[in-house]
């Protein structure tokens, strides 16, 4: 079955630690996204890439990074920069930059 | 930047009676997409609506886009307990922006 595959599905940190969070899709999917969802806050866009090796902010990129070496692989990193990182993160992929956004199982990331 | 925002936040109905939620930006849309989201999963892909005046039905779900394409609903027909979840609208602006905005969400609870 194809899909997108995010791990660990809880991960605990204490503050000051950097933080990856894995996001791998066989969808054949070009373009990959990172949302993060607060309660009553919706989803925000983190970072967005289209392309190997190419890799856009969004509206939250602060304290955060992504890399995209792979078009299956998408990380992002948590960084000790991010005020507030106690969140569910979710990656998406799409085939296109305007296509319907599939969804990987999130990640629930706790920092103490 | 672009905003989408959604209405209402929360809604409780019987089950039986129907369910609206109302989707406005604050620029034109290229197109609009809905996806509901279960508690504790991911969001999952409705529909994507794209010509202005646009209706979509999928069994008891009616979705439409706005003739100024600024504005988007979707309605449910006599509501079940398998349509508790949370609704989202996403658009995109185009002219060049890759970034889908999501709106807040409406929470729907369906009383048995």
């Known amino acids: 079955d194809g899909g997108i595959t995010q791990s660990p599905k809880y991960l605990f940190r204490k503050e000051g630690q950097n933080v990856t969070l894995s996001c791998e899709q066989n969808?054949?999917?070009?373009?990959m996204y990172w949302y993060r969802q607060d309660p009553g806050q919706g989803l925000r866009l983190i970072y967005y890439?289209?392309?190997?090796?190419?890799?856009q902010k969004g509206d939250i990129a602060e304290g955060y990074s992504v890399s995209r070496e792979k078009k299956e692989s998408f990380p992002l990193t948590v960084t000790s920069a991010q005020k507030n990182p106690t969140a569910f993160y979710l990656c998406?992929?799409?085939?296109?930059?305007?296509?319907?956004?599939?969804f990987g199982n999130g990640t629930r990331l706790t920092v103490t | 930047g672009q905003q989408v925002m959604q209405i209402p936040q929360y809604q409780h109905v019987q089950e039986g009676e129907d369910f609206t939620t109302y989707c406005n930006s604050s620029t034109t849309l290229s197109n609009i997409q809905w996806y509901k989201q279960r508690p504790g999963g991911h969001p999952v892909f409705l529909i994507q609506l794209v010509k202005s005046g646009e209706v979509k039905k999928q069994k008891r779900l009616t979705f439409q886009f706005g003739e100024a394409k600024k504005n988007s609903s979707l309605h449910i027909t006599a509501t079940q307990t398998t349509d508790v979840g949370t609704y989202f609208c996403a658009g995109y602006s185009g002219a060049g922006s890759y970034q889908l905005t999501f709106g807040k969400g409406t929470k729907l609870s369906v009383i048995p």
């Open positions: 890439s289209q392309i190997v090796n190419d890799f």
């Open positions: 998406a992929s799409s085939a296109g930059v305007v296509s319907p956004l599939h």
């Open positions: 969808l054949n999917h070009d373009a």
